[in-house]
């Protein structure tokens, strides 16, 4: 699986960047967005309280000022 963090502009709507999650284990980002790994399948909403989790423990910067935010869970 392929973990990207989506960020889409909130004035336009328009997908403006993805970040990639070089991860191996799937199990502490579910972990995050509160879903067992065997259903870690999804797009998923980043709130402030998930993007501190995600700076936390990967180093990723997530602006929620300028873009509304969505991990989403991709096939290889």
Known sequence: MKYVVASFN???????????????????????????????????PIDAARAASLHSAYGVEVDLTTFDNFLEVQAD
């Open 10 to 44: 909130r004035e336009t709507g328009q997908h403006e960047k993805d970040i990639d999650l070089k991860i191996d284990d799937a199990a502490e980002l579910a972990r995050i967005f509160d879903e067992p790994v065997e259903r870690f399948v999804d797009m998923y």
